[in-house]
């Protein structure tokens, strides 16, 4: 069990610059969210996937921002044009739904837009 | 939707004493999870504890135990024999029981200091 992996770790973009992130889940585990925290708030989530089933989006997740899963293991979260209000940290997150579920979250994606 | 509340931005506590977090939360639902999770300084959140609601019994982790109170929808977090490696930002969230409702709601944190 390597844990939930996240890439990169620092991403630094210019306002209008399409960005991509990627998240490794623990290997088992059949869902994997997405969360955003910025300076001094708790997170907030995003979307959240089964398998490669997309179940829930949140209303933050603007027609700019996408998320996939294509094949119910590593997913990608992409930002098109940024925005400097995009700057937050991008967590991701893992569980192994089996009637109890615990997240088990990742290291996180620092993006800061300039 | 379902809201978490934590009342105290910083905390403080010498080690080997114990503190309690506190946290509230809205719900209309009678199905729910409660969780601590622990930030350190490099920013990975790791799970504390996790309280089911339909468990009278106070959950406990070593020196970490909760008071969970349901009626007043009050989820504290008690940290006994404090010590440095606790200092971190602590997070209460809210989960709702149903199947597929898997997000979770968070509350803005606690920073909790050790002081040696």
């Known amino acids: 069990d390597t844990g939930v992996s996240q890439n990169p770790r620092h991403k630094i973009t210019k306002r209008g610059q399409n960005v991509t992130f990627r998240c490794d889940p623990i290997?088992?585990?059949?869902?994997l969210y997405w969360y955003r925290q910025t300076l001094g708030q708790g997170p907030e989530f995003l979307t959240y996937?089964?398998?490669?089933?997309?179940?829930?989006k949140s209303r933050l997740l603007s027609d700019r921002f996408s998320a996939e899963r294509p094949k119910g293991s590593f997913s990608t979260l992409e930002i098109q044009r940024t925005e400097q209000g995009d700057s937050a940290m991008y967590l991701c997150?893992?569980?192994?739904?089996?009637?109890?579920?615990?997240?088990?979250f990742g290291p996180g994606t620092r993006l800061l837009v300039l | 939707a379902q809201t978490v509340t934590q009342s105290q931005p910083e905390m403080s506590v010498q080690e080997a004493e114990t503190v309690t977090l506190s946290c509230t939360y809205d719900?209309?639902?009678?199905?729910?999870?409660l969780f601590w999770y622990k930030q350190p300084p490099s920013r990975q959140m790791i799970l504390v504890i996790r309280?089911?609601?339909?468990?009278?019994q106070n959950a406990t982790e070593n020196r970490f135990s909760v008071n969970f109170q349901k009626a007043a929808k009050s989820f504290s977090l008690k940290i006994s024999d404090s010590q440095l490696g606790d200092a971190a930002m602590y997070f209460c969230?809210?989960?709702?029981?149903?199947?597929?409702?898997?997000?979770?709601?968070f509350g803005r944190g606690t920073q909790l200091t050790v002081w040696p």
């Open positions: 997150a893992s569980s192994l739904w089996d009637g109890q579920e615990t997240q088990y």
């Open positions: 290997s088992e585990h059949n869902r």
């Open positions: 996937f089964q398998n490669e089933a997309q179940l829930e």
């Open positions: 719900t209309s639902e009678s199905d729910y999870y």
């Open positions: 309280q089911e609601a339909y468990k009278q």
């Open positions: 969230a809210y989960r709702s029981g149903g199947s597929t409702l898997g997000r979770l709601y």
